[in-house]
Structure formats: C-alpha cells, structure tokens
C-alpha cells in the first residue's frame, strides 16, 4: 500500500489507458474458472464507508492479469499460493486508490469535464496525424469493452488521485547542518586502544562426569518439535480446464473414501493416485519433497495428529495430508549428548578464565596502567579492528574503557580522540539525497498512516473468503 503512494504521483495518465487496453484479452470464462465467482453485488470491503464490490475486485485482477506475460499467467492459474498472493496485491492496491480517492472528495477537488476531455486529447493512441481521431478513439474503446462514460469515470479517479498524491513527490529540503552532522558522524575516525584475550590462549582440564552433567543441567540441548507426515497426490494439469476437471473428479472420490474411514495408503491405490510417507522432521530442516512448500509446511505445522486434511490444490494437482505423529519439543537425554560437550564445556571454561583476564586489564587500565599487549590505531565504521570493536569503539563516548565480548575472544577497549573527516563533494550529495529520501518516506508512512486512521477498512468476511480460502 505504502508503495503505491511514492510511485502514484511519477505515474503518467496514459498509464491508465495501457490497463484498459489489455484487459480486453484476458478471458472473463478463464479468470472467472481460475478465481471464482461473486454473485451479484455483493459488497468485499468498504474504505471509509466507500463499498468495493467483488464485481470490482474481478474486473481489477483481470486487468492486473493481462498486464502479465503468459509465463506469470500460467504461474498465477497453477499455483494456489501466486494466486493468492496476486489477489492480495490487487486488493491492497484497491484499498489504497479507494482511500486516496475519499481524502480527495473529502478536499473538495473537482475534476471537470473539460479536463478530461483535454487529457482524452492528448493520448497519443487516440491520434492520428497529430490531432484527436474520434475514430481511434471509438475502436480503442468499443475493443477493451468500455464506454466512454466508464473511460472518463476511471481517468476522473486517476486524476483526483493524482491531485491528492503530487505534494508527496516534492522533495523535502534537509537543513545544512543536518547533512554537515550527519556526514561528520558516518565519516569521522577515532583512535582507540584495543587487547585481545582469547579463549583459546587458556589451558584447562579433561572434565569429569560430575562436571559435565553439571554443565549439561545449565546448558540442555532442547530438541525442536517434529512431525511425521503422508499424503495423497492426484496429479492434474491444472491449467488446462478438462485436465482439472478430471483430476478432481477422481480427487472427490479419493475423498469420499477417507471419510468414509478407508486408509489413506488404501484410497489412493484404489484410484491410481500417489501415497507418500515422510519420516518425522522439523519446521526448518523439511524433507528434499517437492510438495512440502512453505505454505505447506506451515499447515503441517498447525494440523492436529491424526486428521486429515480437506482436499488442498496445488499446481501438480489435489493432495490430502494427514499428520501420523507429533514429538513434542523437549529437552535432549544427557547420554545422547555426552559426546558432543566435552568440546563445549572446555568453550565456556575457558571463557570463564579469558573474562577474568580482561577484567584484570581493564582494572589496570582504569587505574592508570598502560593497556598490555595493546594495538593502537584509527579506525573507520567499517574497517580497523574486529567488528564488534568497531561497534562498541563508536558506540561508547571518548574516554570509555569496556570490555567489549566476542566470538572467540574478549577485548578491552579504550575509545580515544575523534578525527574529522575531510569534505568530498560526491560523498556529501550522496549523503544528501540519501536523508531526503529518508525524509519524504517518513512523510510518505505519516501520510498512509493517516489515510488508514481516516478511512478504516471494513471487511465482509463471508464474500473475503471465497477469494482468500486458506490452501
């Protein structure tokens, strides 16, 4: 939604007429097959108490649709997922036209008729010769299925937008000092003094068994939670209506058969369709399946042990999922991880003996001892020393001494003075446009945040269903 309010402005009126003309090749039958139907008029959402039927939403995705090369169709009309995430992309877009259109109307703005007809005029697909061809103008028309009154209503809308958006696309100036701190505090350098204590550098002991159960109570190793799986699979092209139409056919059967309380395995051997059985894993270590998607996987994930699925379209055909078993999260036997936390309890006591270290150094450092075995140099945000020095060397004020903790190692840290940064022309107007840009998206959020406090969408969830259906 937020994107569509930075770009409306930069957006020319003709590009409204290249939606139109493509909407004329996109098959009613087809999108209506792929999508569903909404009978009558019936009312998807409101904005600000404007109604959006699902008349509008199905005529909106099928202009979006032609817009699409064949290749993005095709992924749209076999994939449940992309034609739910196509159709929230459209509603959202709706939503936000909707609302910019009430914040006009509520300004008052006027569109007359004789803008219109001047902006008619100067489309470039409506002349010939240089001048307004009442003819091109017809066929263009007559051909996308619009009558000039629907054409004028839709440009009408466009441009009322486009009077409520124009202010958001002037820059916003940014005061020089700003840019001037801003620079100084990305640009500058500072000298610090750093040591390095590492894990590595302390000897310790074998660990007893009493030491590492000990360790182990501290330090438990949970197990995610994981699930076995099966599932049905009827393969079908489903983009092509007759294949479809077959193949969930037989889907229905392989249904009725489940509930009727056949095995799943037995279901589909009865009806030539595929039985698969997955071993248990977790929500981020998916089997090498290509049915088990993200969308896929978070159903599993939030189905009860031993329910079947409801029929699921997918873009290889219908598939029904069962979850066979659950092992809950839970906490790892110590004698299954014996083995692997010698290493780890060697890790940690050693940074236990490095933190000491630093801590001596440090207590030195701020008693007025030189800092053993320091470095000293100038560094950059982004070069000079170890990342997390870097980090605590511009975070902390001059004059701090810390500790600062690593992977592998501790550091103690002195922050030293602070180097100006010489002036670069090209740096600073980088800088510049970069904290403008920053600037107009803050208005741009304030702006949308705004529109949704004022025009607050209200959805008919009984009509929102029919498109959005969970799959």
Known sequence: MLEYLRNASEKTIAKVLISILAFSFVGWGVADWIFGGSAGDNTLLTVGGTKVSAQQFNVEKSRELAKMTKEEQRKVYADIESQNKFAQQVLADMITEQMVENRANDLGFVVSDHRIAREIREFPEFQENGEFSTLAFDTVLNNSGYSEAQFADIL?????????????????????????????????????????VKYSDFDVATPTEEQLQAFYAQNQ??????????????????????????????????????????????????????YVQLDAFARDNRPADKMITDAMLARIFDMDQGLESEMIETKDGFMFLMVDKINPEHAADFKDVRAFLGDEW???????????????LLVDLNGG???????????????????????????????????????????????????????????????????????????????????????????????????????
Do not use: C, W
């Open 156 to 196: 009408r809308g466009q441009v009322a937008r486009s009077m409520v958006l124009g202010a958001m696309a002037v820059p916003v100036p940014v005061p020089e000092f700003a840019k001037v701190a801003a620079y100084n505090a990305r640009y500058a350098e500072r000298d610090i003094d750093f040591a390095t």
């Open 221 to 274: 190793k949970i197990l995610p939670e994981t699930r076995a799986v099966s599932y049905v699979l009827v393969p079908a092209e489903m983009a092509q209506p007759d294949k479809y139409d077959a193949g969930y056919a037989i889907a229905v059967k392989v249904e009725d058969d489940i509930i009727a309380g056949e095995k799943m395995a037995d279901a589909a051997k009865k009806h030539g369709a595929k």
């Open 346 to 360: 060697k890790k940690d006591e050693q940074k236990k003996l490095a933190y000491v270290r630093a801590n001596e």
């Open 369 to 471: 001892a030189d800092l053993q075995n320091k470095k000293s140099v100038r560094v950059s945000r982004t070069s000079g020393a170890p990342v997390d020095v870097l980090v605590a060397a511009f975070s902390n004020p001059v004059g701090t001494n810390t500790i600062v903790p690593g992977t592998d190692a501790f550091y103690v840290l002195s922050v030293g003075g602070i180097t100006e940064p010489k002036s670069d022309s090209a740096k600073m107007k980088h800088l510049s446009k970069e904290l403008e840009n920053m600037v107009q998206k803050n208005v741009m959020d304030d702006y949308n945040s705004f529109l949704q406090r004022e025009y607050p969408v209200e959805v008919n969830e009984k009509v929102f269903d029919k498109f959005f259906q969970a799959k």
